[in-house]
Nanobody, 123 residues
Framework: VQLQASGGGLVQTGDSLRLACAAS????????VGWFRQVPGKERELVAA????????LHADSVKGRFTISRDNAKNMVYLQMNSLKPEDTAVYYC?????????????????WGQGTLVTVST
């Protein structure tokens, strides 16, 4: 499966952004998809993950109540709605996929990666 992330940009504290991850491949609906973020000098961290059917989700504590992951398998798309953005949300965001329904946290558990999209939140 090939992934392409988009939707990043420069916003102010409190603003919203929606990231999109477009996937190719007929078996997309069998993959768990996660959104990760990374800042220089730090390990890539899981922000949110969604099960193949979309029925189960996982969100990092740091984004609970502000970010929401969703997917539309008919369109081969996964989204990350980000509200109430904070400067500490500034990072490069990546979407990634792994076969099966386990909402794994470590980035090493994901086999397919899109290119990153930069989100910058100014004060």
């Amino acid at each position: 499966v090939q992934l392409q992330a988009s939707g990043g940009g420069l916003v102010q504290t409190g603003d919203s952004l929606r990231l999109a991850c477009a996937a190719s491949g007929r078996t997309f609906s069998s993959y768990t998809v996660g959104w990760f973020r990374q800042v220089p000098g730090k390990e890539r961290e899981l922000v949110a993950a969604v099960s193949p059917s979309g029925g189960r989700t996982l969100h990092a504590d740091s984004v609970k109540g502000r970010f929401t992951i969703s997917r539309d398998n008919a369109k081969n798309m996964v989204y990350l709605q980000m509200n109430s953005l904070k400067p500490e949300d500034t990072a490069v965001y990546y979407c990634a996929a792994r076969d099966g329904g386990v909402l794994a946290g470590p980035h090493r558990a994901y086999d397919y990666w899109g290119q990153g999209t930069l989100v910058t939140v100014s004060t």
